[in-house]
């Protein structure tokens, strides 16, 4: 039988580009996988169920192992609620409960990232990805090819419909040195994880760490 497929999903201001380096750990370990591009991306009325919706098209009606990074956490567990998800993967991000928003968890501690330029829209932007200084070579090159888009802030502070962490494993990966969501914001809400995984670095993980985070998907995998 094959595997599922490994859906990754990218946070606020993101592009399916910036899975370009566990793309190609997983392509050379045989794993399918398949990145959403998120609607509220540049789109100032799409909202959460809008990117719920567009994950579970891009899922299909196989089994899946959602893989969120940042606000996408918030999007694989809406999203989880119409699929056979096996396995929820949550990337420098939070484990949220039913009734929380992504934006509850992120004010509760300040990270010191980038300050956001709200817009008349009702989308926001950064001013730039986290700090050049946390990042190697190989991942400011990424961020050049990936620029910040515009969001749709509203998806952020809307509650969970549900909670599938409470049927589906999880692994919740923190990032220790998180300049985006507080680490302890992150290792706060482990406690509703399966497992838990620390890697060294700013918020970007599978950028910097792409081999340990494709480890961590074959774990989900059952490989």
């Given at each position: 039988m094959a595997d599922p497929l490994v859906v990754l999903v990218h946070g606020a201001w993101g592009a399916p580009g910036l899975w370009e380096y566990l793309v190609a750990e997983l392509d050379a370990a045989g794993i399918r996988s398949a990145t959403a591009d998120l609607p509220t991306m540049g789109s100032a009325t799409a909202t959460l169920a809008d990117d719920a919706d567009h994950v579970r098209a891009v899922a299909g009606?196989?089994?899946?192992?959602?893989?969120?990074?940042s606000y996408g956490g918030a999007v694989i567990a809406e999203a989880a609620l119409g699929l056979d998800a096996t396995h929820l993967v949550y990337l420098a991000s939070v484990v949220l409960e039913?009734?929380?928003?992504?934006?509850?968890?992120?004010?509760k501690r300040d990270a010191g990232g980038s300050p956001l330029d709200f817009r008349d829209d009702g989308?926001?932007?950064?001013?730039?990805?986290?700090?050049?200084?946390h990042y190697g070579a190989a991942v400011l090159d990424l961020f050049a090819r990936n620029p910040p888009r515009p969001f749709a802030v509203g998806a952020a502070v809307t509650p969970l419909s549900g909670a599938p962490w409470r049927t589906v494993d999880s692994t919740l990966v923190v990032a220790t040195e998180d300049t985006v969501i507080h680490p302890?914001?992150?290792r706060e809400t482990g406690?509703?994880?399966?497992?838990v995984v620390e890697l060294d670095g700013?918020?970007?993980?599978?950028?910097?760490?792409?081999r340990r985070v494709a480890r961590v998907v074959m774990d989900a995998l059952g490989r």
């Open positions: 009606d196989g089994p899946v192992v959602l893989v969120g990074h039913e009734g929380e928003s992504f934006f509850d968890w992120l004010v989308t926001a932007m950064v001013t730039q990805w986290g700090n050049p200084d302890d914001t992150q406690s509703r994880a399966r497992r700013d918020h970007l993980v599978q950028g910097t760490h792409p």
